[in-house]
């Protein structure tokens, strides 16, 4: 087999200096506009001054009543503590740690961004960007939390908020999205797949927080898979009128008096929700 497969006249021309280079596999070039925005974006994430996202049938929460419109925007730490009454904590269950704790995360202080989650004046939560490799057109979502008032619907408010997010995200020519969380946080990592993020792995040993281990788990959303499939899943899931400037008419043009307030079922449970299962709604 050795012979016949070449593999001993290979050996024998690696001897003698005179086997053929091994040639690298030929990939496809990038498209020029992907190549031009990896060469010219800057070292950190940017932001509009304001998202605004509305919802048809909007989200009943407890605290607020019923929530038909969030704005994304940036915030400073300090405004995060605040809105906390002078308790910071970030996280969707206990224990809550301080937010302060970002600043000691590893390699996140030069690229982080905040962006805050308002609902009217209000800060209810954020979503923290870092991790940025803009030449390789690729960045991180990490942190994302609610304030406890908004607990009984955090996962549809999450939802809702990450879509601009995503959006925004893939309109500045990113390839590639990262969701990271701790590896034992069910939540996140059920958040992250109903968002359409395909688990890649388990870090190990990749934090130290709170004089403990962390082990974090690792999804990524491509923008040919938000393109192509998980865009037009979640605003159809979600109800989405319009997340400026983009105006979503197949949402808009139904009776709205006709439906019930969007509120996620047992049907609409995470580990239902795969992006091969939405492929039929194309």
Same mark, same amino acid.
């Given at each position: 087999?050795?012979?016949?497969?070449? *593999?001993?006249?290979?050996?024998?021309?690696?001897?003698?200096?005179? =086997?053929?280079?091994?040639?690298?596999?030929t990939r496809p070039r990038l498209l020029d506009d992907l190549l031009d925005a990896s060469t010219k974006k800057k070292e950190k994430p940017t932001w509009s001054s304001s998202i605004e996202i509305i919802l048809k049938y909007g989200v009943e929460t407890a605290s607020r009543g019923?929530? #038909?419109?969030? @704005? /994304?925007?940036?915030?400073s730490l300090e405004e995060a503590q605040k809105s906390w009454d002078g308790k910071p904590r970030w996280g969707l269950h206990d224990p809550y740690q301080p937010i302060t704790v970002?600043?000691? /995360?590893?390699?996140?202080?030069? =690229?982080? /961004?905040?962006?805050?989650?308002?609902?009217?004046?209000?800060?209810?939560?954020?979503? *923290?960007?870092?991790?940025?490799?803009?030449?390789?057109? $690729?960045?991180?979502?990490?942190?994302?939390? &609610?304030?406890? =008032?908004?607990?009984?619907?955090?996962?549809?408010? $999450? /939802? @809702?908020? *990450?879509?601009?997010? &995503?959006?925004? +995200?893939?309109?500045? #020519?990113?390839?590639?999205?990262?969701? +990271?969380?701790?590896a034992s946080d069910t939540y996140r990592r059920k958040l992250a797949h109903s968002l359409g993020f395909q688990p890649e792995g388990i870090l190990r040993k990749h934090m130290i927080l709170n004089e403990r281990n962390r082990d974090s788990a690792l999804a990524s959303l491509l923008n040919s898979e938000w393109v192509t499939v998980q865009r037009d899943f979640l605003v159809k899931r979600l109800h989405i009128l319009s997340c400026n400037?983009? @105006?979503?008419?197949?949402?808009?043009? *139904? !009776?709205?008096?006709?439906?019930?307030?969007?509120?996620?079922?047992?049907?609409?449970?995470?580990?239902?929700?795969? @992006? $091969?299962?939405?492929? !039929?709604?194309?």
């Open positions: 087999l050795l012979i016949a497969g070449g *593999s001993i006249q290979r050996l024998k021309e690696e001897l003698n200096g005179s =086997a053929p280079p091994i040639s690298e596999p019923l929530i #038909k419109r969030l @704005v /994304l925007k940036t915030c970002w600043h000691e /995360l590893p390699n996140t202080q030069d =690229a982080l /961004l905040l962006i805050g989650i308002y609902d009217e004046d209000n800060l209810i939560g954020s979503i *923290s960007l870092y991790n940025h490799r803009p030449q390789h057109l $690729a960045i991180s979502i990490h942190f994302l939390w &609610l304030h406890p =008032a908004y607990l009984d619907q955090h996962r549809t408010l $999450a /939802l @809702v908020a *990450s879509f601009p997010i &995503l959006e925004h +995200l893939f309109q500045q #020519k990113y390839r590639r999205i990262e969701f +990271l969380c701790d400037p983009v @105006v979503f008419p197949s949402s808009s043009s *139904s !009776n709205s008096s006709s439906s019930p307030q969007l509120q996620l079922t047992k049907e609409d449970d995470d580990d239902e929700i795969t @992006v $091969a299962s939405v492929n !039929n709604l194309k």
